[in-house]
């Protein structure tokens, strides 16, 4: 940390009492500018529109100061709803360099988000955004792409299931805007429910413009399955899995039994973390948060997210299922277990994330 950083954080929490003077001055800027948050990027919306029922694209168009990114990455997108500020992750189904017809002075962002009935966000999107209103994004995220390393014959394989679709529609425009056609054999093998496919009109178009695309819209309903999608990846195959949790595993399944590398696959996939009562009753936890101690006791079947918020302690969170990484924080002694893989962790000092981890042992956690 430089002197220039450390006095700012001094001055504010002497001062302001807040983590820095850009915290402290962020609801004056909101009137200049709105939704200006510290430390993120402003995003002006374009337009919206329904590809289903329960999927919305949105367009986007960020400030000049927000960071290129690769395709096949993901944004944190920050929206007011009812008063409160909610962050969730989103991959980006646009190519970084994309043209846009419809916005040809726009620097565009396109998110392909699935709205849940329930949910405590997306449900309630449309209702808290309008073109011309402004929401926050993180810098883009993540490291699942295309290996600018691949050798040009090494087949391609996309692997998708319902949204998992979105981080491939960039990947895939990307490839299309490249000055010479990929070599590489492309394969998209994108598995949905009847009617369900998304971008099929745009995927059709990209087949014709990549010669070496072969596009594989699948059912499992009518009897397609992963083990005839497959039968012609190789081990010299570059494979790339998006989609739930159960699919990923399928995929992975079907690759081992031809002995494909495991250092020749990426995957996203997503899930919630199912609550573990194989560890019941509760620990004491030893909390250090802005040099302050505070001696807790959790429970050990809920997780650690959770149990602070009961216990009245604020930490920060986004999307509460282990994607955003926005809950980290540091475990400097005990023992964890990772709700979503059912990992148990070393004793010493590790990063964490509050909302997949449950105490096993008395901790010792600094925020």
Not at 159 to 178: D, E, H, K, R, Y
Request: charged share 15%; net charge positive; hydrophobic share 40%.
């Amino acid at each position: 940390m430089n002197l220039l950083t450390r006095l700012n954080q001094v001055t504010a929490k002497t001062l302001f009492h807040t983590d820095s003077l850009g915290s402290y001055f962020e609801p004056i800027m909101q009137r200049i500018k709105p939704a200006w948050r510290t430390h993120w990027f402003r995003a002006q919306v374009l337009g919206h529109q329904l590809l289903r029922a329960d999927v919305v694209q949105l367009d986007l168009s960020a400030d000049k100061a927000w960071p290129q990114a690769i395709a096949g990455q993901h944004v944190l997108l920050t929206v007011e709803i009812n008063g409160r500020l909610m962050t969730r992750p989103f991959s980006i189904s646009s190519a970084p360099d994309q043209f846009h017809s419809q916005y040809p002075k726009k620097r565009v962002i396109r998110l392909t988000i699935k709205t849940h009935v329930d949910g405590a966000f997306t449900a309630k999107l449309l209702a808290n955004i309008t073109a011309g209103s402004y929401v926050n994004l993180s810098a883009p995220q993540g490291e699942f792409a295309v290996s600018d390393r691949i050798q040009p014959s090494t087949p391609l394989w996309f692997v998708a299931a319902g949204s998992g679709i979105t981080p491939f529609m960039a990947m895939l425009n990307q490839l299309a805007l490249l000055p010479q056609q990929p070599h590489n054999p492309i394969n998209l093998v994108y598995f949905a429910k009847p009617g369900e496919h998304l971008y099929v009109d745009e995927l059709m178009a990209l087949q014709q413009q990549l010669n070496q695309l072969k596009v594989q819209l699948l059912i499992r309903k009518n009897g397609d399955n992963l083990a005839d999608a497959l039968s012609d990846c190789t081990v010299q195959s570059q494979v790339l899995v998006c989609g739930p949790g159960q699919f990923k595993q399928d995929v992975d399944r079907q690759l081992d039994a031809i002995n494909h590398p495991l250092k020749q696959r990426q995957a996203e996939y997503f899930q919630a973390p199912v609550m573990s009562q194989t560890h019941s009753g509760e620990q004491h936890i030893q909390l250090t948060q802005r040099g302050k101690q505070t001696q807790l006791t959790l429970a050990t079947n809920n997780s650690l997210l959770n149990g602070l918020e009961q216990q009245g302690i604020s930490a920060n969170f986004g999307c509460r299922i282990g994607v955003c990484h926005q809950c980290q924080c540091i475990k400097k002694s005990g023992v964890v277990r990772n709700m979503r893989t059912g990992e148990i962790s070393q004793q010493g000092e590790q990063l964490i994330q509050l909302c997949i981890s449950q105490a096993v042992t008395p901790l010792e956690l600094e925020l």
